[in-house]
């Protein structure tokens, strides 16, 4: 893969890949026949994020010259921790870089860095790179009964009241309403620290949508990332999710890229029983992640129970009948169980309670 | 002045006196060459020049003219002492780094011979400190014998361009390479940390290229841990100019203007790490 970005283009490469940072140590480069897409994905993976950009934002852009013979373009792995620091966002670096060209070397497991810069002096970087197969989250926004969109100013100006310390936050939304409130997992910490909430109207946002009322709580900090970058380009941007326990998604759209950060949240706590722990928290849900190997597909079906008692999820290999395991027994006081698949093959709308 | 209230004896037993009005301009200098505690003062009736030494690989000299002393008094050709440095700096930044225009710490420092210590007297706002800091036996700098006819590659940058990629370079690596050709890459800084190779290329038609004069190909390489003093120096000055001799010696002579804008000079030399093939 060969691709060119010119000027002002580096500093938007370079912002979307900071709020890659905000969300997973490792960056994925996965040049597409459509664009380049860059991807993180959280240790606890529990947050999912993806940069899209298209040819249009390239000078140049070439995927692979194999591409069209059907052979795969190589997929790259790179240290979040190596990629991060080239595109420190000093304001010397925005003013002096004039090209930035990435190229992968396929027969060095390189990728290459080369800044032109102001002056005529060049930066070259050869990174290491893992070849790994792409994660991403399959995950069905057509099917999600509450939509919002609202301009990034107005998403900044509600996050900044929440401290950076913030991790997790509540959306409720209603046919009245929206609320964003900070979370705590236990009660003591409620009384101790400081909690915010905010409420808006519906005339707020741009698209407002209701399918559902709901409660979803999320990760602040890892959308965080998402936010600031749309807020530099005065993107709007939009989110879709259902009730407590289906993941949350939020996209930025432009000409050129799309951006799009899938969050899980937490199982509603007021449906759980108290003798059994939460199996639903942030950081054990796990999203509908499709894994394609050229030996065996593996099929990771994620089961949310709408009753909200439980998730469990079963991984089943393309050749087996049979699921291979089954994480998470269900919980022996559930009443009713009904199953929601997350996967493209079988979308069945949820059931309506 | 509270300083020039010392007697005409005092004065008369010192051989070497030197003062500043503005005490920044010998402090801010020698923090760019304070990376070892110990450093050997050798005046002349040229002025001061202060050396620090590391393990014998690495060497950096300031060199402070005469003309830019408010008074510079020599009664010996030449005057030699080693103190500690940071002692020295701690004493000459006794009244705190005052910010305040026009506010500045005025210096007299005066050594009486062999044998005694280096007096400071400084005073900012009316109040007078004097700090004795005993001397030591002063050793021989170390002759890097480099001298201009051994040069076989030069350049002259300004330093703006050098900053970038030293705030940049990447600390897992061991070395960094100096790369210098008359042809293509024409000067290189190389990196090879743990996550890959960096280069740094500035082409001899440069902006920021003010000389450029390589007669061969040279790539030698320094231990970075040696070369990371120096950009405080790198950060003071305006100019710098790369120099790399037969042996795969590197000179790095720093052009600093002090704050009344007066120039002064701060060098580095240093020993290559290991012979390198050239190409």
């Known amino acids: 893969m060969k691709c060119v970005i010119e000027g002002n283009g580096v500093k938007v490469f370079g912002k979307a890949v900071h709020a890659l940072s905000r969300i997973g140590d490792e960056i994925w480069l996965d040049p597409l026949e459509k664009g380049l897409a860059v991807r993180t994905v959280s240790s606890s993976q529990s947050a999912c994020a993806c940069f899209s950009f298209t040819p249009l934002f390239f000078q140049q852009y070439i995927p692979d010259p194999d591409i069209q013979k059907g052979c795969e373009a190589v997929k790259c792995k790179l240290n979040m921790k190596c990629v991060l620091p080239l595109f420190r966002c000093a304001s010397w670096r925005e003013r002096s870089v004039d090209r930035c060209e990435i190229t992968i070397n396929i027969p060095n497991s ?15 970087y050869n990174l290491g790179y893992q070849e790994c197969e792409a994660l991403h989250a399959v995950f069905p926004a057509h099917l999600c009964p509450n939509v919002l969109m609202a301009q990034s100013k107005l998403l900044g100006d509600i996050v900044v009241h929440f401290p950076v310390s913030q991790e997790e936050v509540t959306l409720c939304i209603s046919s009245f309403k929206v609320t964003l409130k900070s979370f705590c997992e236990e009660e003591n910490n409620c009384i101790k620290g400081m ?10 946002f741009d698209c407002f949508q209701v399918g559902e009322d709901s409660a979803v709580t999320f990760c602040l900090k890892e959308l965080r990332g998402l936010l600031s970058f749309a807020e530099s380009y005065g993107l709007p941007v939009s989110s879709q999710f259902g009730v407590a326990g289906q993941p949350v998604s939020f996209t930025v759209k432009d000409m050129t890229l799309e951006a799009h950060v899938v969050l899980s949240t937490l199982t509603d706590p007021n449906l759980e029983s108290p003798s059994q722990p939460a199996p639903g928290g942030v950081d054990e849900q796990i999203l509908a992640l499709v894994k394609h190997n050229s030996t065996l597909a593996v099929r990771i079906k994620v089961v949310f129970d709408l009753s909200l008692q439980t998730s469990s999820f079963e991984v089943r290999s393309s050749k087996a009948e049979e699921p291979k395991e089954q994480m998470w027994a269900p919980s022996p006081c559930q009443k009713q169980k009904t199953q929601t698949a ?10 309506v309670q | 002045m509270p300083l020039s209230t010392q007697s005409q004896a005092d004065i008369d037993q010192y051989i070497l006196i030197a003062s500043l009005d503005n005490a920044r301009n010998l402090s801010n200098i020698l923090k760019a060459i304070s990376f070892r505690d110990h450093a050997i003062f050798n005046a002349t009736q040229n002025g001061l020049k202060v050396t620090v030494e590391d393990s014998k690989c690495l060497q950096a000299n300031a060199f402070i003219q005469a003309d830019i002393f408010q008074e510079y008094i020599i009664k010996e050709d030449a005057v030699g002492f080693q103190v500690n440095l940071t002692v020295l700096l701690d004493c000459l930044t006794i009244f705190g780094g005052s910010t305040v225009p026009g506010v500045c710490t005025a210096l007299r420092m005066c050594y009486n011979g062999y044998g005694y210590p280096l007096t400071l007297f400084l005073e900012e706002g009316g109040v007078v400190t004097v700090c004795k800091i005993n001397t030591q036996e002063s050793e021989e700098p170390i002759d890097f014998d480099f001298c201009s006819t051994n040069v076989t590659n030069k350049v002259i940058l300004q330093s703006d361009s050098l900053k970038e990629a030293f705030s940049e370079l990447d600390m897992t690596s061991e070395v960094l390479q100096i790369t210098m050709s008359p042809s293509h890459p024409y000067f290189r800084l190389s990196t090879f940390g743990n996550s890959g190779n960096a280069h740094y290329d500035y082409p001899k038609d440069s902006d920021m290229m003010e000389l450029f004069q390589c007669t061969k190909i040279q790539t030698n390489r320094y231990k970075m841990s040696l070369l990371k003093p120096s950009t405080k120096a790198l950060a003071l000055s305006c100019k710098v100019s790369v120099r790399t001799d037969s042996r795969g010696f590197l000179s790095l002579q720093y052009l600093v203007r002090n704050d009344d804008g007066q120039i002064c000079f701060v060098e580095y030399y240093c020993c290559p790490d290991e012979e390198v093939e050239e190409e």
């Open chain 1, 110 to 124: 390189r990728v290459i860095f080369q800044f032109h810069c102001r002056h005529g002096t060049t930066k070259i």
């Open chain 1, 342 to 351: 997350l996967t493209p093959a079988s979308r069945k709308q949820p059931p």
């Open chain 1, 195 to 204: 909690n915010t909430e905010l409420m808006l109207h519906p005339d707020e």
